[in-house]
T-cell receptor
Framework: AQSVTQLDSQVPVFEEAPVELRCNYSSSVSVYLFWYVQYPNQGLQLLLKYLSGSTLVKGINGFEAEFNKSQTSFHLRKPSVHISDTAEYFCAVSDWDGNKLVFGAGTILRVKS | DAGVIQSPRHEVTEMGQEVTLRCKPISGHDYLFWYRQTMMRGLELLIYFNNNVPIDDSGMPEDRFSAKMPNASFSTLKIQPSEPRDSAVYFC????????????FGPGTRLTVT
């Protein structure tokens, strides 16, 4: 089965600073990659996804991610974070059957003023 | 559309009791997923349905758990009997086509088994 590693469990950052949340996945074959965000006491919502094509994917709220096949990575970035970006972020990869998603353990982003 | 609806939002029950969680997916979505989220194990897929048919239940922890989807607009996840280790947040999500398509998550049901 596929696996996803999110290298940082928590990332503290000051407001307006850039941030990168790291994600590595286990397979080198074609996969679909996703980033979801979970705000406190809410369900997950999609930030962005990579299916094919350009390796730089832009999502909502100013986030973007870069797909790197050789390094099997899909890191999430934002050039300037806001307090409202404080949340938990999950990287996910499609599993072999194409319908299931395997989620990473999550990274809590804490934006400080 | 109102999004994915789950009920109840919170459930507190005693060990040994039966618990039923409910989900109404977004209309027109062909796929429905049940997840469990805990601090220790993260977000785990329990089971998913395609067109009301269970496709993969390999994530269901044991026979105490069962899930049904009697029609396209309703699904249940039942735990009988419940145990304290079942305490978690249970999410339902639906997707138009599955796979590469966005999964829309409900707000979750926080289950506490005492």
């Amino acid at each position: 089965a596929q696996s996803v590693t999110q290298l940082d469990s928590q990332v503290p950052v000051f407001e307006e600073a850039p941030v990168e949340l790291r994600c590595n996945y286990s397979s080198s074959v074609s996969v679909y990659l996703f980033w979801y965000v979970q705000y406190p006491n809410q369900g997950l919502q999609l930030l962005l996804k990579y299916l094919s094509g350009s390796t730089l994917v832009k999502g909502i709220n100013g986030f973007e991610a870069e797909f790197n096949k050789s390094q099997t990575s899909f890191h999430l970035r934002k050039p300037s974070v806001h307090i409202s970006d404080t949340a938990e972020y999950f990287c996910a990869v499609s599993d072999w059957d194409g319908n299931k998603l395997v989620f990473g353990a999550g990274t809590i982003l804490r934006v400080k003023s | 559309d109102a999004g994915v609806i789950q009920s109840p939002r919170h459930e507190v029950t005693e060990m040994g009791q039966e618990v039923t969680l409910r989900c109404k997916p977004i209309s027109g979505h062909d796929y429905l997923f049940w997840y469990r989220q805990t601090m220790m194990r993260g977000l785990e897929l329990l089971i998913y349905f395609n067109n009301n048919v269970p496709i993969d239940d390999s994530g269901m922890p044991e026979d105490r758990f069962s899930a049904k989807m009697p029609n396209a607009s309703f699904s249940t996840l039942k735990i009988q009997p419940s145990e304290p280790r079942d305490s978690a947040v249970y999410f339902c999500a639906s997707s138009l086509f599955g796979g590469a398509y966005e999964q829309y998550f409900g707000p979750g049901t926080r289950l506490t088994v005492t």
